[in-house]
T-cell receptor, first 113, second 111 residues
Framework: DTEVTQTPKHLVMGMTNKKSLKCEQH?????MYWYKQKAKKPPELMFV???????INESVPSRFSPECPNSSLLNLHLHALQPEDSALYLC????????????FGPGTRLLVL | AQKVTQAQTEISVVEKEDVTLDCVYE???????LFWYKQPPSGELVFLIR??????QNEISGRYSWNFQKSTSSFNFTITASQVVDSAVYFC????????FGTGTSLTVIP
């Protein structure tokens, strides 16, 4: 089973709202990732968690706040977003590190009004 | 510097035609990994293949085949007898000390 689940599938939020994206995997993977993907562009890495610790933050604005409560779960807390943050947010996981194959979830399509 | 180039932005083929998607990479790392992912309109990135820099064997999986040539820094992907379900954006990616996606090739298979 190589399934990564993400909720919600779609999210519309205003610039003053606070919302969270959720990602879950039960493959025993110890690395989890958040990517942002704009239309017709490749995914851009945002954060990497390794063994529940944040190991990479690609200079992401603080209005995005990741959290890894346990090895199966990864959250992305959103606050005071801008319309340009509208995108597809993809979660991925891999066995251990970066060089392992990453398995992606279906993504959350976010629209910021 | 590391870089992945997918020069073909969009390709259209008629069903049952063969199609090759090109991927050229640059890296100074001696150990690196190359990937192909498929992204259908639904949005999920589907893993297709992973190849490390020491393994230049070509691979075939059903209608899919991959040609890895270190001499030309290329990792091309061929779909034989294309089908409508192959319509998607295909990304080539490189992992050395960082993860790099190419810009993707949008493939449309016309029935």
């Amino acid at each position: 089973d190589t399934e990564v689940t993400q909720t919600p599938k779609h999210l519309v939020m205003g610039m003053t709202n606070k919302k969270s994206l959720k990602c879950e995997q039960h493959m025993g993977h110890r690395a989890m990732y958040w990517y942002k993907q704009k239309a017709k562009k490749p995914p851009e890495l945002m954060f990497v968690y390794s063994y529940e610790k944040l190991s990479i933050n690609e200079s992401v604005p603080s209005r995005f706040s990741p959290e890894c409560p346990n090895s199966s779960l990864l959250n992305l807390h959103l606050h005071a977003l801008q319309p340009e943050d509208s995108a597809l947010y993809l979660c991925a996981s891999s066995k251990v590190g970066f060089v392992e194959t990453q398995y992606f979830g279906p993504g959350t399509r976010l629209l910021v009004l | 510097a590391q870089k992945v180039t997918q020069a073909q932005t969009e390709i259209s083929v008629v069903e049952k035609e063969d199609v090759t998607l090109d991927c050229v990479y640059e890296t100074r790392d001696t150990t690196y990994y190359l990937f192909w992912y498929k992204q259908p309109p639904s949005g999920e990135l589907v893993f297709l293949i992973r190849r490390n820099s020491f393994d230049e064997q070509n691979e075939i999986s059903g209608r899919y085949s991959w040609n890895f040539q270190k001499s030309t820094s290329s990792f091309n992907f061929t779909i034989t007898a294309s089908q409508v379900v192959d319509s998607a954006v295909y990304f080539c990616a490189l992992i050395g000390n960082q993860f790099y996606f190419g810009t993707g090739t949008s493939l449309t298979v016309i029935p």
